[in-house]
């Protein structure tokens, strides 16, 4: 039996549900905009994000917008309009008032809670059907032990980036044998 057989792809959500969860952005915005007095409007919304995330909120070029995983939704469509829009939207809305700040700090867990929502920084659902991509991991050695760097890591690394130990200080050596 195949990974793929034994764990099915779970479908993303329908446009009619992109359409709810585009409605409870909406309604957290406007709740949003009244308790902070402010009127931050619509962010770009998107159903293009993929991997184990959720949602995203995120600034390009000037430009916000909020992105949400079509397939994670899927799993729970409920929970994610109860917590991952409001999570996404309260960065959004403190991004808009506040500027830059802490993306978990204190601003964003109070309007987390103005919105009844839990102030998590990490969603916890299961993942069961979800494609997720998984990097390869990269053999480093320090004085006192192996550490194993993501290819992202690696990478800068090779372009000059330096890491060290957090137990010994020393810096980090490739292993190229693993």
């Known amino acids: 039996m195949t990974a793929s057989a034994a764990r099915p792809t779970v479908a993303p959500i329908t446009p009619l549900q992109q359409q709810q969860v585009r409605e409870q952005t909406r309604l957290y915005l406007g709740r949003g905009n009244r308790l902070l007095g ?27 917008g909020i992105r949400y995983n079509p397939r994670v939704f899927a799993l729970d469509l409920a929970g994610h309009l109860r917590e991952t829009v409001p999570h996404e939207v309260a960065h959004y809305l403190v991004w808009q008032r ?7 700090g204190r601003e964003w867990r109070a309007l987390m809670r103005a919105f009844g929502a839990t102030p998590r920084a990490t ?20 004085g006192c032990r ?24 020393q810096r980090l050596q490739y292993s190229r044998s693993g």
Do not use: K, M, W
């Not at 506040?98 to 978990?104: K, L, N, Q, S, W």
């Not at 194993?148 to 137990?167: F, I, K, N």
């Open 38 to 64: 402010c009127s931050a409007p619509l962010p770009a919304i998107d159903f293009d994000l993929r991997g184990r995330a959720a949602g995203q909120f995120r600034v390009r070029v000037g430009r916000a």
């Open 98 to 104: 506040f500027g830059r700040t802490a993306p978990h």
């Open 123 to 142: 969603g916890d659902y299961a993942l069961d059907g979800v494609p997720v991509r998984r990097q390869r991991r990269h053999a480093y050695r320090c």
């Open 146 to 169: 192996q550490h194993e760097l993501s290819t992202t890591r690696h990478h800068r690394v090779q372009a000059g980036t330096a890491y060290h130990c957090r137990s010994c200080g």
